[in-house]
C-alpha cells in the first residue's frame, strides 16, 4: 500500500521537469529490492495522475537488480532473492544496490 | 517529443529528513532501532522487558494505525513512550518520526526504539534514521516467511525470533527461518527469544549495549 506514496512522489518528481509541457511519459527505474509492487506502483500513478486531470501518459519500467560479490570471486546481478551463484551455487555473498526507485527521464510534448 | 532528464529519487525527500534525524541521534549519542515485524509477533512485549531494564533511559516511539494502546503499555513498564497514530498508513515515515521528536524529552534517553507499523513489507522501504533494523519474528508465524517477505530481512541487522517457548508445540523449524534469514543477509544476528520465559534477553541487552 505504501505504493500510493511513491507514486504521488513519482508524478511530483515528473511534473516539476515538465516545463510547463503536456507530460507524455515517465521512464522508471525501479529496484528489485526496493519492496515496490509494480501493478501497484502503476494503479496509483493512474489515480495520481487522474486526480490532477493529466491524461495519456505512458510509463515505461526497467528493473535495476541486487548486485552481489560472492565469495568465490564472482560478481553477479540477481532479480529474485533466492538465486544463487551462478559460478558456485552458493548464498555467501554481499549484496548491494537494487533499493531505489528512480525517476529516469519524462517526455513531454514538444511545443 | 521531448526527453528531460530527471534522474531523482522518489525517495529522496523522505531520505533527506532521515539524514537529519541521524544527525540529531549522533548530536545527542542516541542509539536508535527501528522495529519491524507483521502484527502480534511481540514487538512491544519485547519493548516492555526492556522498559523494565533500562527504564528512564528508554524511549519508544510507537506507531499503530489507531488507539493509544502500546505507548500506555510501555509507559507503565517505565519508558518514555510516545504514540504515533497514523490513522490508515501502514508503515512510518522520516517526517513522522521527526515531528514526533519535538514533543519527546531526548536528554536522558541512551536507546531509543521506533515500533513501526505491525507490517512486515510497508515499512522495510522507509529509512527512519535508525542506527539498525531490527525484525521480530515470531514462532507462531510459520518459518517460510524471511524467504517470502525477503526485502525487510535482507535490511535488518539483527532478526530477533521470539515466542521460542512455544516451540514445542508449533511447526516452526527454527533451523529453517535461520538458514534464510542468513541467506539474505549472512551477517545477520539472530537472537532467539521469549517474553514469558525471559530466555534470550541477557544477549538482546547485550546486542543493545554493543550497538555503535
Not at chain 1, 515505461?60 to 529474485?80: K, Q, S
Amino acid at each position: 500500500m505504501h505504493e500510493l506514496s511513491v507514486a504521488t512522489s513519482v508524478v511530483d518528481l515528473a511534473l516539476q521537469h515538465t516545463g510547463g509541457r503536456k507530460l507524455t511519459a515517465v521512464n522508471l527505474a525501479v529496484g528489485a529490492n526496493a519492496g515496490i509492487f509494480r501493478e501497484s506502483l502503476l494503479l496509483y500513478m493512474g489515480l495520481v495522475l487522474e486526480e490532477k486531470g493529466i491524461k495519456d501518459v505512458k510509463v515505461a519500467w526497467r528493473d535495476v537488480p541486487m548486485h552481489c560479490r560472492c565469495d568465490c570471486g564472482t560478481e553477479y546481478d540477481i532479480l529474485r532473492y533466492m538465486d544463487t551463484c551462478p559460478s558456485c551455487g552458493s548464498f555467501q555473498r554481499a549484496m548491494e544496490g537494487g533499493r531505489d526507485c528512480t525517476v529516469d527521464s519524462i517526455e513531454v510534448e514538444d511545443v | 517529443m521531448s526527453e528531460i532528464k530527471v534522474l531523482s529519487s522518489a525517495m529522496q525527500k523522505n531520505n533527506e529528513i532521515a539524514e537529519r534525524n541521524r544527525a540529531l541521534f549522533r548530536e545527542r549519542g542516541l542509539k536508535v532501532l527501528n522495529f519491524i515485524s507483521s502484527p502480534g509477533a511481540g514487538k512491544t512485549s519485547i519493548l516492555e522487558r526492556l522498559g523494565a531494564r533500562y527504564s528512564a533511559a528508554l524511549g519508544v516511539v510507537t506507531g499503530d494505525i489507531q488507539t493509544t494502546f502500546d505507548a500506555d503499555r510501555l509507559k507503565a513498564a517505565g519508558a518514555t513512550a510516545l504514540q504515533i497514530e497514523t490513522g490508515g498508513t501502514c508503515h512510518l515515515t522520516a517526517s513522522m518520526v521527526e515531528e514526533s521528536l519535538k514533543k519527546m524529552d531526548l536528554s536522558r534517553l541512551k536507546y531509543l526504539v521506533i515500533e513501526n507499523i505491525g507490517n512486515l513489507i510497508c515499512p522495510s522501504s522507509y529509512d527512519l534514521g535508525e542506527s539498525a533494523k531490527v525484525a521480530v519474528l515470531s514462532t507462531t508465524e510459520g518459518d517460510e516467511k524471511p524467504a517470502k517477505y525477503p526485502a525487510l530481512f535482507t535490511r535488518a541487522t539483527a532478526v530477533l525470533i521470539n515466542k521460542v517457548d512455544l516451540l514445542p508445540h508449533v511447526k516452526f523449524d527454527v533451523g529453517r527461518a535461520e538458514e534464510d534469514c542468513r541467506k539474505l543477509n549472512r551477517d545477520v544476528r539472530i537472537i532467539r527469544i521469549s517474553c514469558t520465559t525471559g530466555e534470550g534477553f541477557e544477549e538482546l541487552f547485550k546486542y543493545f549495549e554493543s550497538l555503535s
